[in-house]
Nanobody, 119 residues
Framework: QVQLVESGGGLVQAGGSLRLSCAASGRTFSSYAIGWFRQAAGKEREFVAA????????DYADSVKGRFTISRDNAKNTVYLQMNSLTPEDTAVYYC????????????WGQGTQVTVSS
């Protein structure tokens, strides 16, 4: 059974940094991508970043380019989201999800981790 477990959220001041982790299990992820999404209160879930596991190709939302970095650790089956220069607009619940490469829809999601950025 596929399982994604996020961790690393918390409260940070504006300008600070956090690193989120997404521990993945239950399938061989070499043909899959892992993505990070976020959902702020009262808003729809939005794409943040994604990485194609096998080749390491990454993609970012314009709002986080230059501030966030997605990476993976094959040995730990874990994807990270390093978030720098955080602003209050980054406050949200952050989710990781997985999809097969070439397929648009994500089929499994984690439970989410709260990130709160104070001004």
């Amino acid at each position: 059974q596929v399982q994604l477990v996020e961790s690393g959220g918390g409260l940070v001041q504006a300008g600070g940094s956090l690193r989120l982790s997404c521990a993945a299990s239950g399938r061989t992820f070499s043909s899959y991508a892992i993505g990070w999404f976020r959902q702020a209160a009262g808003k729809e879930r939005e794409f943040v970043a994604a990485i194609i596991w096998r080749v390491g190709i990454t993609d970012y939302a314009d709002s986080v380019k230059g501030r966030f970095t997605i990476s993976r650790d094959n040995a730990k089956n874990t994807v990270y989201l390093q978030m720098n220069s955080l602003t209050p607009e980054d406050t949200a619940v952050y989710y990781c999800g997985t999809r097969r490469v070439g397929v648009k829809e994500y089929d499994y999601w984690g439970q989410g981790t709260q990130v709160t950025v104070s001004s």
